[in-house]
């Protein structure tokens, strides 16, 4: 006699995700202020692009990238605020990424993570990266008082101040990126007698490239609008000349706009929205190049 040794088994729940057709009246209506954020959002941004884009656009010529600052508006340019926010950046890039870098390889493929000290570390990293950009000019005018510097408007000073600002950031962004990166692959090249630091320059560090440039990019990005640390600074809004080193005065593209738009002068408003433009279009572009560098070099595995 045959025996029937099927077991019924039950039919498996089926995962509820977002995409789930419940529709309950508190989700319809939590939807649909989401969605009105969204649009609300967008819209102002619009408006404000197009507002800045129409007002700006007479004065979006050769006269903004060369002329300097001047009390008559037809005659003004931006020359030494374009210049300075490329020697601050510049600057800004050369201390705060390799010490991020090799500050988040150590974090996360060397330091004991149980450990207390590690772990505070940790903790006050990814509070850091919360506190408003003016903290870091205090902090930049304290270390900048203690090295005995007296004038504090000077190109080093503002990119301490923006390298403090960013350093939180990138130090998580590739924390992220060599997370992402698979277990497997350090295990197979310490299985084929490389050591520790080995693995991590030869295998771990090339594959964490396209995310630790994304979050880098993106670091200096929100740098280059920044203003607030700056003028605390002391940041000039009136330079008549081209930055040329470490140690000389600077103006950036934020500080210029602040200064301009505070004038009364309708033309001055203009050369402002000008300002803004070319401003928008360099992070625009930055923004770009993060985009295009994760999509050419990212890893599937």
Same mark, same amino acid.
């Given at each position: 006699?045959?025996?029937?040794?099927?077991?019924?088994?039950?039919?498996?729940?089926?995962?509820?995700?977002?995409?789930?057709?419940?529709?309950?009246?508190?989700?319809?209506?939590?939807?649909?202020?989401?969605?009105?954020?969204?649009?609300?959002?967008? /819209?102002?941004?619009?408006?404000?692009?197009?507002?800045?884009?129409? &007002?700006?656009?007479?004065?979006?010529?050769?006269?903004?990238?060369?002329?300097?600052?001047?009390?008559?508006?037809?005659?003004? =340019?931006?020359?030494?605020?374009?210049?300075?926010?490329?020697?601050?950046?510049?600057?800004?890039?050369?201390?705060?990424? #390799?010490?991020?870098?090799?500050?988040?390889?150590?974090?996360?493929? @060397?330091? %004991?993570?149980?450990?207390?000290?590690?772990?505070?570390? &940790?903790?006050?990293?990814?509070?850091?990266?919360?506190?408003?950009?003016?903290?870091?000019?205090?902090?930049?005018?304290?270390?900048?008082?203690?090295?005995?510097? =007296? %004038?504090?408007?000077?190109?080093?000073?503002?990119?301490?101040?923006?390298?403090?600002?960013?350093?939180?950031?990138?130090?998580?962004?590739?924390?992220?990126?060599?997370?992402?990166? #698979?277990?497997?692959?350090?295990?197979?090249?310490?299985?084929?007698?490389?050591?520790?630091?080995?693995?991590?320059?030869?295998?771990?560090? #090339?594959?964490?490239?396209?995310?630790?440039?994304? =979050?880098?990019?993106?670091?200096?990005?929100?740098?280059? =609008? &920044?203003?607030? #640390?700056?003028?605390?600074?002391?940041?000039?809004? @009136?330079?008549? @000349? %081209?930055?040329?080193?470490?140690?000389?005065?600077?103006?950036?593209?934020?500080?210029?706009?602040?200064?301009?738009?505070?004038?009364?002068?309708?033309?001055?408003?203009?050369?402002?929205? /000008?300002?803004?433009?070319?401003?928008?279009?360099?992070?625009?572009?930055?923004? /770009?190049?993060?985009?295009?560098?994760?999509?050419?070099?990212?890893?599937?595995?």
């Amino acid at each position: 006699m045959a025996i029937d040794t099927t077991v019924s088994r039950p039919a498996p729940e089926r995962l509820k995700t977002g995409s789930s057709r419940e529709r309950s009246t508190a989700s319809i209506v939590f939807l649909f202020l989401l969605w009105l954020s969204l649009f609300v959002a967008f /819209a102002t941004l619009v408006v404000l692009i197009a507002t800045t884009v129409v &007002e700006g656009w007479s004065r979006l010529d050769s006269r903004l990238f060369t002329e300097y600052p001047s009390s008559r508006p037809e005659e003004a =340019g931006a020359r030494p605020a374009i210049l300075g926010s490329l020697w601050v950046i510049g600057t800004t890039a050369v201390m705060a990424i #390799p010490l991020g870098v090799a500050a988040a390889v150590h974090l996360e493929e @060397f330091a %004991d993570r149980q450990h207390w000290f590690n772990r505070f570390v &940790e903790l006050n990293i990814q509070n850091l990266s919360a506190i408003p950009s003016i903290i870091y000019g205090m902090l930049a005018i304290g270390t900048l008082s203690l090295l005995g510097v =007296g %004038d504090k408007n000077i190109v080093v000073g503002g990119a301490l101040a923006l390298a403090l600002l960013i350093l939180p950031v990138i130090i998580m962004a590739t924390r992220e990126a060599l997370r992402a990166v #698979p277990r497997e692959l350090r295990q197979g090249s310490l299985a084929l007698g490389a050591t520790e630091l080995q693995t991590t320059w030869r295998i771990t560090l #090339p594959a964490a490239v396209p995310g630790i440039s994304t =979050g880098t990019i993106l670091a200096l990005s929100r740098a280059l =609008g &920044e203003a607030a #640390p700056l003028l605390l600074l002391g940041g000039l809004v @009136f330079i008549s @000349f %081209d930055p040329n080193g470490l140690l000389s005065g600077f103006t950036t593209m934020p500080i210029q706009i602040f200064a301009w738009t505070g004038a009364p002068q309708v033309e001055f408003h203009q050369l402002a929205a /000008a300002a803004s433009i070319l401003l928008v279009g360099i992070l625009i572009a930055m923004n /770009a190049v993060a985009i295009i560098i994760r999509n050419k070099f990212q890893k599937r595995w």
